[in-house]
C-alpha cells in the first residue's frame, strides 16, 4: 500500500474514532436530557475552540463535575 493510500486510510480510522467517541459522548449527555450544544459549542469565531482535543477536554471537565453520570457508560468512552 503506498503512503498516500495509508494516510487516508489512517485518517478515516482516526475520524471513525472521533466520530464514535464523539456519539457514545452525546448519547449519555441526551439520556441526561443536557443539550449538548449548550456546553460544548464554540465561540463563533474561533477556530481555537472547535478542536477534538479541546470538546474532549471539555467532556472531561463536565464528566469530572458530573459524577452522577453513569462510570460505566463513561469508561466507554476514549
Do not use: C, D, Y
Amino acid at each position: 500500500m503506498n503512503k498516500k493510500k495509508q494516510r487516508e486510510m489512517n485518517l478515516f480510522i482516526w475520524r471513525f474514532h472521533q466520530r464514535e467517541s464523539f456519539l457514545a459522548f452525546e448519547s449519555i449527555l441526551g439520556e441526561e436530557k443536557l443539550n449538548l450544544s449548550k456546553h460544548f459549542s464554540a465561540a463563533p469565531n474561533s477556530r481555537r475552540l472547535t478542536t477534538s482535543a479541546n470538546i474532549r477536554h471539555r467532556r472531561n471537565l463536565f464528566l469530572k463535575n458530573n459524577k452522577h453520570i453513569n462510570l460505566k457508560a463513561k469508561n466507554k468512552l476514549v
